[in-house]
């Protein structure tokens, strides 16, 4: 399964109103899971069961509750059965979709 995700405290101190740090918490914990990743400007994508995926999604949660005292949390989920190697998978279909329609037209 893929999963993205996007996680950013409320209710924190930074006067600016970022949230790069706590950010910086949530995806640390991501990459010290050892699961496939990628972090782009607004999600972090990662992928793998079921369970391992929500306890990292559960885990970088909470690293971000220390920044605020309140978390927003948004998700969206692949869930297919049986296919690994989606998170670059997806976007090679993709491109070589792209390159087969400018031929095409």
Do not use: C, N
């Amino acid at each position: 399964m893929l999963v993205a995700f996007s996680v950013s405290p409320s209710g924190g101190s930074d006067a600016t109103g970022s949230v790069h740090d706590a950010v910086a918490a949530a995806v640390r914990v991501v990459r010290d899971s050892g699961l496939p990743h990628e972090t782009d400007a607004m999600f972090t994508t990662i992928e793998g069961e079921w369970d391992e995926v929500m306890d990292v999604v559960k885990r970088a949660t909470e690293a971000v509750g220390a920044y605020g005292p309140r978390v927003s949390l948004v998700l969206k989920a692949d869930i297919r059965p049986g296919h690994t190697g989606e998170l670059t998978g997806k976007v090679e279909r993709l491109e070589a979709a792209i390159r087969r329609q400018a031929i095409e037209s």
